[in-house]
């Protein structure tokens, strides 16, 4: 009888640090799957800026236009360069955040004990 009462406390233990992982696991997924989801629209966008200056680019006879057209452009690149890298930033913060959590101890069963024990 000895041998189930200490192997269930492992087994919930066990059990315990399977639900913790699995819930990490799931919101490192939806994380990831955000963050895949702006890196397509990013693209979406940059590849509609692109053609835009493609077309502004070939149906202006002017060189200032075209210069124009270009400086356009570069602004707006530069600004949504600014924010990509913020938002990569951001993004790998959350994720490492996300997987400290994973190897974190509970900190409230850890407080619990001493105080039981005092």
């Given at each position: 009888?000895?041998?189930?009462?200490?192997?269930?406390?492992?087994?919930?233990?066990?059990?315990?640090?399977?639900?913790r992982?699995i819930?990490?696991?799931?919101?490192?997924?939806?994380?990831?799957?955000?963050?895949?989801?702006?890196?397509?629209?990013?693209?979406?966008?940059?590849?509609?800026?692109?053609w835009?200056?493609?077309?502004?680019?070939?149906s202006t006879?002017?060189?200032?236009?075209?210069?124009?057209?270009?400086?356009d452009?570069?602004?707006?690149?530069?600004?949504?360069?600014?924010?990509?890298?913020?938002?990569?930033i951001?993004?790998?913060?959350?994720l490492?955040?996300?997987?400290?959590?994973?190897?974190?101890?509970r900190?409230?069963?850890?407080?619990?004990?001493?105080?039981?024990?005092?």
């Amino acid at each position: 009888m000895t041998y189930r009462s200490q192997a269930r406390p492992v087994a919930e233990a066990i059990q315990s640090c399977a639900k913790r992982a699995i819930a990490v696991q799931s919101e490192f997924s939806e994380k990831l799957i955000e963050a895949n989801r702006h890196w397509l629209e990013q693209i979406q966008i940059e590849s509609t800026e692109a053609w835009e200056l493609f077309r502004k680019f070939n149906s202006t006879a002017s060189v200032a236009e075209k210069i124009t057209a270009l400086q356009d452009w570069s602004k707006g690149v530069t600004a949504r360069a600014a924010e990509d890298a913020t938002y990569a930033i951001e993004t790998a913060r959350s994720l490492g955040t996300i997987e400290l959590n994973l190897l974190a101890r509970r900190t409230g069963a850890t407080e619990e004990t001493p105080r039981k024990a005092a």
